[in-house]
């Protein structure tokens, strides 16, 4: 089973596609937001080319350090970026009909400027968000 990473922006989408046996991941490319139409043909075409079977979509949720009983608080709803990533969450579930999770993106975008990759910071901030998701998957297992 292949999954499919995604850091998702307004102006542009990462990609990242775990490995054939899901323990690693890899940058794949950036898909720019020009048009909802657009995006989800590239979308469809990345996920027929790979045989994605599942999606991760980073979410930004809160650095504080408090006890929380879902993945996210209430007070994180109020960030417009998290709503949108979720609306987004929500659109991906419809048009793909693929499962879809969530996976904490908190400092992704920054890792990636760190590693110095200039022009690919969004795949590897996916690359990012999907490796924690299989890290998390293999503890689990």
Same mark, same amino acid.
């Given at each position: 089973?292949?999954?499919?990473?995604?850091?998702?922006?307004? *102006?542009? &989408?990462?990609?990242?596609?775990?490995?054939? +046996?899901?323990?690693?991941?890899?940058?794949?490319?950036? &898909?720019?937001? =020009?048009?909802?139409?657009? #995006?989800?043909?590239?979308?469809?075409?990345?996920?027929?080319?790979?045989? =994605?079977?599942? &999606?991760? /979509?980073? /979410?930004?949720?809160?650095?504080k350090?408090? *006890?929380?009983?879902?993945?996210?608080?209430? *007070?994180?709803?109020?960030?417009?970026?998290?709503?949108? /990533?979720?609306?987004?969450?929500?659109?991906?579930?419809?048009?793909?009909?693929?499962? #879809?999770?969530?996976?904490?993106?908190?400092?992704t975008?920054?890792?990636?400027n760190?590693?110095?990759?200039?022009?690919?910071?969004?795949?590897?901030?996916?690359?990012?968000?999907?490796?924690?998701?299989? +890290?998390?998957?293999?503890?689990?297992?």
């Amino acid at each position: 089973m292949t999954i499919l990473g995604i850091d998702y922006g307004a *102006k542009k &989408i990462g990609l990242a596609i775990s490995s054939g +046996d899901q323990r690693l991941a890899l940058p794949l490319e950036i &898909i720019p937001v =020009v048009a909802p139409e657009a #995006v989800l043909e590239r979308l469809r075409a990345v996920c027929q080319r790979h045989q =994605v079977e599942r &999606i991760v /979509v980073g /979410v930004p949720i809160s650095l504080k350090a408090e *006890k929380r009983q879902t993945f996210w608080r209430q *007070k994180d709803l109020q960030n417009q970026h998290l709503r949108d /990533v979720l609306g987004f969450v929500r659109w991906l579930q419809t048009a793909l009909e693929l499962p #879809v999770e969530v996976e904490d993106e908190r400092l992704t975008t920054r890792q990636a400027n760190r590693l110095g990759v200039r022009g690919q910071d969004d795949a590897v901030a996916a690359m990012l968000i999907l490796q924690a998701y299989l +890290d998390k998957q293999k503890g689990k297992s």
